[in-house]
């Protein structure tokens, strides 16, 4: 199953060094990873995706915890989270497939951002599994470059 | 100064060395720490032992903190300095030691220019500190040093790095004591769950086969008292770890030994006997543990006591875990069981078959055919002509694991020994730091001839300093351990495991100013060691002992710690021990 982690560090130099590190010498994939200030600006919130079969989940947090820049660490509850990416697309769109192209940006709310004689740029934010329904339908027509931001994820409610 | 707060960084660093009470630092000189040098030249309440190599420094705080329980200090230049800290540090991480590392980096706006002598210390360090500093300015030099020592010495101790750019060392800053660490994220737990403690109190009493298997984290807890009470009170055997020889007088009935790779039999039985083991400040290390799925076997409940909550589940998953002190737990679990009823006499019968298994096993050796030295004998000689009192250190290899079995530690501290990481060379430098932390005490250094040469150099230091530590080389012109595992597992191909040209270690003690002795009847040994105890100097002896004498009993890697070798021949010789 996967595990969605929303890390609370301090915001300092090289403590994404020290996660990173941790999770490569003890042997755990990372799936995705995004980092950003948190409400305190003193403090960043990463959030880590990670394979909780092929790792067990109480190890990777407990070792977590180990770091002395790693305030608070949450293992989400899928049902009750909100999450996030944003993917930015280059797709070759020459004649008709420029139509295709912005329908598809239509059904999918992905924005048009850069419009160039032979290719168009998609904005578009969601869940992992939407943009992986996007890229799919995308492909055929000719995707140049994609990059994603990696998940970020939020409890709801207070607290 | 231009006034009494006014300093530079590198007298903040001293003084917030004085301020955590450090009195002892190890260290080597170099360009972007001559300013702390500097500073150091006025110190006077801080002794700066001037070593020969910085691995002799780090391994010199290593032993100092083992045998005082105090955060020890080495400093070293930047580049090569600190990375021959390296091994050191990563030593200090593996045995879970107290240990700050002061390591001078390049000007701050040279970092990342490949600058003369530059190297990243804190990237090289990050996998093997328990923390690290980069310090970015003079001024937050008195708050991170008091944050190192703190992050070093409380929860799991481990060594923590502060990597000094020489412009803070230079930069002006005003001197005021912290208020206390402010770490958000670092807050160990002490106290175990009081219904965890309970739910362990009642699996002891229900268990007729109980066994403690205690480790390093009795011994840095202080926690030897409540572990031998508690121990005494519900009547359970005890074996220790590598790291946790000490915790328990060995000489006393409910003592099994060290169990694992090279435990006693007895131990090793027991922990396959028995019906309830209880690990406090252990690790389920693969040299304890052998082939983990037979590992304790027939235990119905597993309680495992660890200041670390990461250590509990790595390995082996218990029924009843508590995170806390060794020493709080235990002390906790103690009251716990003095106010339950106690069914009297329910171990009896485990511990008289213990009894059988001490008195059908012993351990044993055989007196060389070649009239050599019995290295084991020199062990026990130790033992009898210190009283059983010394602080023994050792490198590490096969003289490591007779000095484990064949003496016996009754106090904690009194065992320092690199244990994890197993790291040859350990022994001298390590016998200096802990021979200055323990003046009152004699302390006698165990060798073999391959690991002294690793820093024999020290021996200036030694002589420099006057620290009349005993190195006994147990010289068997071997790389002895490998050539064991090459004899039983290799088909006796000792590939570059014979020491061929060695130096004459007597002289080579006396060309440092030592005194040097060379022994090779074992009517002598005992003269020996006294002799060279009583002048006060430092002093290596030179021991001729049985070339291919190898360490039994042996659990070969990978198996059931039942699987020994040698540990069931017939007693014959010496070996008291269970």
Redesign the interface.
Known sequence: MKHTLSVL??NK??VL??VA?LFA?RGFNIESLAVGESEDPRLSRMTITIDGAEH?I??VT??L????????IRDLDPQHTVTAELMLIKVAAEGDKRTDVLQIAEIFKAKIVDVERRSLMLRVVGAGDKLEALLELLQPIGVLEVTRTGMIAIGRGRG | MTSPLKMKGAQAIVASLEAEGCDTLFGFPGGVVIPLYDALYDATSLRHILVRHEQGAVHAADGYARATGKVGVCLATSGPGATNLVTGIANAYLDSIPLVAITGQVRADLIGTDAFQEADV??IT??IV??SY?V?SAAEIPQVIHEAFH?ASTGRPGPVVIDVPVTAELAELTYRRPDGPH????KPTVEGHVKQVRAAARAILEAERPVLYVGGGVISAGAADELRALAELVQVPVTTTLMGLGAVDEREPLALGMLGMHGTVTANYAVHECDLLIGVGVRFDDRVTGKLSAFAPQAKAIIHIDV???E???NVEPSIPIVGDARYVLAALLAELEKMERPAGRTAAWLQKLEGWKTEYPLHYEQPADGTVAPQFVIEEIERVTGGDAVIVTDVGQHQMWSTLYFHYRFPRQWISSGGLGTMGFGLPAAIGAKLGRPDKTVIDVSGDGGFQMTMQELATAVNYNVPVVVAILNNGYLGMVRQWQDLFWNKRYSFTCIEVQPDFAMLAEAFGAKGMRVSSSGDVGDALREAIDSGRPTVIDFKVAAEENVFPMVPAGQSITEMIGGKAPRKTGGAKP
């Open positions: 560090v301090e130099p090289g060094t020290r590190g010498r067990p109480d190890q407990k070792q915890h180990k770091l002395i820049n790693v305030v608070k | 804190t990237g990050l996998p328990k923390h980069l970015q992050i770490l958000a994220g670092y670390d909550p990461a509990i589940g790595k």
